[in-house]
């Protein structure tokens, strides 16, 4: 079984593109109707340069890779917060 990779890019304006699929350059220019992209880099901490994204239409689209969250849902209210993150003696109050 082949694994499926989900890819998504945002812009500056915050306008998202979902189910970009494997090539997201070919599929990102299709939807915007254009036929050139230019790369989009970033400089690390460690003095790398990284490739993030591309340039389309005066657009700057960072790609995301999409992955599965595993982890599980957790709904406190503030009380609960304040309980597990303070000692005994700073129980809430009503008010």
Request: hydrophobic letters at 30%; glycine letters at 8%.
């Amino acid at each position: 079984m082949t694994k499926q990779t989900w890819t998504m890019a945002r812009d500056q304006y915050g306008d998202t593109w979902h189910d970009l699929g494997p090539h997201p350059r070919r599929e990102l220019l299709k939807r915007l109707g254009r036929s050139s992209a230019a790369k989009m880099y970033i400089d690390t901490k460690a003095g790398e340069t990284k490739h993030i994204g591309y340039i389309i239409a005066g657009r700057w689209l960072t790609i995301y890779t999409v992955t599965e969250w595993t982890g599980r849902a957790v709904r406190m209210n503030i009380h609960q917060l304040i309980r597990e993150n303070s000692g005994p003696e700073s129980e809430p109050r009503p008010i």
